[in-house]
């Protein structure tokens, strides 16, 4: 029997309209748009504004535009996969909300918490679902409302995040392309850089936590820094060697995008030039587990059959990882 692979076969995204710009920030707090450009590569983020709409309502219209593009329809989805830390509520799972929004009857759901790497360590899972021959169409959500968890009086965190949700579709092909290799890491110890203080079971959501601020982001920037720089190099050379890929075999590297500075150390790393490399951090900022799908919707009409793509990711937890994708279509 031929082996059966995962190929992503349609790309769909969404940024809510609102743009908080580096000029509103510095309003804001004490910062200014010459430290943020040079310290992150970040000129705007998009910012969901709206009572009562949460990460479901960034994935709904993402979703709904790979189904059009694909010419499915959301009944004939049999998997949707959700990457976040910001989910609706902390239960039920957002992609059941997600799922209930657009009509995927047929499909069952759930999420996948891995911060910024939760696109990669869902596509990996929905892939391994795909090969088994289980399933025939999987949805990959990566969305977050980081506004939802960012201290907008914190200057060290609130220039950085954005909010946005990209989704991919994958069905099984006979064909060499699709996803073909991932390499994905975990390290708790590195829970101490990255956290939310309060509102899990170790401390529950109280009056005093509210006081204290213990609901949003809480990072330590430069060892974070250190770590990512590392991490995500380290794993897309190591996929590289592991399938005897060289610079010149890779079309496109599609690195998490936190920080500017660590997305030029993992190009360098992989010997790959700067037109070889996604970057849309200046106009969407870190949206988390949004930012690979978000990068592949921006670049689906330049993506060519064929094409060999590096997606790699760092984030909270600590959480890296690195995956191969032959490109399955042109558009
Ligand atoms: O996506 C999840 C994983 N997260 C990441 O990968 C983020 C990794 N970390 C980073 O990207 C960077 O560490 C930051 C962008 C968060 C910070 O950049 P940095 O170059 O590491 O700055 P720093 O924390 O070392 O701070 C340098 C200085 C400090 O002032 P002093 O102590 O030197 O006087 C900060 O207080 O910059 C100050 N600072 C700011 N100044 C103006 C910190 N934030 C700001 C700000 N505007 N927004």
Known sequence: MQKINAAITAVGGYVPDYKLTNAELEKMVDTNDEWIRSRTGILERRILKGEGKGSSDLAV?????????????????????????????????????????IGATNAFSFDIMAACSGFLFALTTGTAFIE?????????????????????????????FGDGA????IEAVIEQVGILDSLLKSDGSGSKYLHMKSGGSVKPSSVETVL???????????????????????????LMQRNNLTAEDI??????????RIIDATANRM????????????KYGNTTAATLPLCLWDWEKQLKKGDNIILAAFGGGFT????????????
């Open 61 to 101: 219209p993402a979703v709904l535009e790979l189904c059009k593009k694909r010419g499915i329809s959301p009944e004939e989805i049999d998997c949707l996969i959700c990457a976040t830390v910001t989910p609706d509520m902390v239960f039920p799972a957002t992609g059941n909300i997600i799922c209930d929004k």
């Open 132 to 160: 088994s021959g289980r399933y025939k169409k999987v949805v990959i959500v990566g969305v977050d409302k980081m506004s939802s968890i960012v201290d907008y009086s914190d200057r060290t965190t609130c220039i950085i």
């Open 166 to 169: 990209g989704a991919v579709l």
């Open 212 to 238: 204290a601020k213990e609901h949003f982001v809480y990072q330590e920037g430069q060892p974070v820094f250190k770590f990512a720089v590392k991490g995500m190099a380290d794993v897309s050379f190591e």
């Open 251 to 260: 079309s496109w590297l599609v690195p998490h995008q936190a920080n500017l």
């Open 271 to 282: 010997g790959l030039p700067k037109e070889k490399v996604m970057i849309n951090i200046q």
């Open 320 to 331: 890296w990882g690195a995956t191969w994708v032959k490109w399955a279509y042109n558009s």
